[in-house]
Structure formats: C-alpha cells, structure tokens
C-alpha cells in the first residue's frame, strides 16, 4: 500500500521560512493536498494541485513537488501558522483520499 | 455557504457496529462535481481515509477497513452515512465527514464537520 512520509516536527523563527516535506511513491502520478489543524478543530485546506491556495488562504502559503516529493513551504511565517500539517495524496490504486502523511508539528519560535 | 454536521451515538460497544450520520447545508449533495466521505483521527494521533461516495451511490473503501464499511446517501434527505462494524477500542476516534473534488492528478478536501468523538468501550 501507499504511504506519505513526513517529520514529525519542525521549528521555524517567526517571520522567517519554513518547508515542510511529504513523500511518497504516489507523488510521482498525483499532487499532494496540504491541511494544517489545530487543537480541536477540523483540518483546514491550505494547498492543493500543483500549487493552488483556497480563497482565504494567505499567498505566504505555497507549494511544489519534486519526484516522490511534495513541499509546502511558508514565507516569512506567522505565530498563527502554528499547528500540525497533513500532506494527502492519492494511493497507488487510485483511491481519491487514499493515503495521509503522519502530519508535522510546526512550532513558529 | 456549505456546512456539514455529523451525528450519531458517542458511546459504542465493543463488537457492535457504529453509525453515524453526515447532513449537508448550504448546497446540494448530488452536486456531480464532488464526492463526499469520512475521515477520522484517533485520539493524538494522524487523519486516515475511511471512505467517499457519490451521489449515485459509487462507494471507495479504504482496503484495510473495507470488511467492516458500508456508506450509504439519501439524496433526498441531503444526507450520507457510514457504518462500521465489529468495532473494538481501536476504533475510537474523532469522525470527520467531508466533500471532496478529485480529477486525474490528484483530489482535495475542501469541506469538513466539525468532528464527532466516538468512543468504544463497554
């Protein structure tokens, strides 16, 4: 089966840029989603598509992928950005929300 | 605006099968643009993929819960539902129902619920 690797944590100092990995096989054929959740609250869609921001969503969000691997980079981070982030793809069989990434722990300093 | 709004019971019991049910505000669920589903969270631990259908009916399982998952919708009550059965304390998690839009190169989340905690124990 499919599966998203990500860190478990990073730490970013405010105003300053951070990347946060997602890989996997399925990235080769599909992009990758992005959602960032915090405590008690539903995921929310940050980036999706080759690098498409849902309207609301600030343009210090971005995304990119690279082979097997996806990136969601944040520039010039804010101390809201604070959070758990999830990569989601595809999975080898096709199955639309197949396979989640373990999600990072963003700590902004 | 669309919202929608789990519901079922908190509290299962070991073995039994849980229900819950997913009603969608705001937007019409036979819209042919986008699948709905369910995604849940374990206490303290990551999203998985539970499930999605289509208005038609069409049903995607996850392979590793597939024995145990059956979705249903009723158009007419703009509603979606998710049964789980033979459940253990393993299946204690936050569920999420969710619409999703996925085309050839990839899909996306772009509505949740707020998330219904359930519980197995006896």
């Known amino acids: 089966s499919s599966e998203l690797t990500q860190d478990p944590a990073v730490s970013v100092a405010l105003g300053q840029t951070v990347t946060i990995t997602c890989q996997g096989d399925s990235l080769r054929s599909y992009y990758a989603s992005w959602y960032q959740q915090k405590p008690g609250r539903a995921p929310v869609l940050v980036i999706f598509?080759?690098?498409n921001r849902p309207s609301g969503i600030p343009d210090r969000f971005s995304g990119s992928t690279s082979g097997n691997t996806a990136s969601l980079t944040i520039t010039g981070a804010r101390a809201e950005d604070e959070g758990d982030y999830y990569c989601n793809s595809r999975d080898s069989s096709g199955n639309h929300l197949g396979v989640f990434g373990g999600g990072t722990k963003l700590t902004v300093l | 605006h669309l919202q929608l709004q789990e519901s079922g019971p908190g509290l299962v019991k070991p073995s039994e099968t849980l229900s819950l049910t997913c009603t969608v505000s705001g937007g019409s669920i036979s819209s042919t643009s986008f699948y709905w589903g369910w995604i849940r969270q374990p206490p303290g631990k990551g999203l998985e993929w539970i499930g999605s259908?289509?208005?038609?009916?069409?049903?995607y399982y996850n392979p590793s819960l597939e024995s145990r998952v059956t979705m249903s919708v009723d158009t007419s009550k703009n509603q979606f539902s998710l049964k789980l059965s033979s459940v253990t304390a393993a299946d204690t998690a936050v569920y999420y129902c969710?619409?999703?839009?996925?085309?050839?190169?990839?899909?996306?989340?772009?509505?949740w619920g707020q998330g219904t905690l359930i519980t197995v124990s006896s």
């Open positions: 259908i289509y208005y038609s009916g069409t049903t």
């Open positions: 969710e619409r999703h839009e996925t085309w050839n190169s990839g899909s996306y989340i772009d509505y």
């Open positions: 598509g080759k690098d």
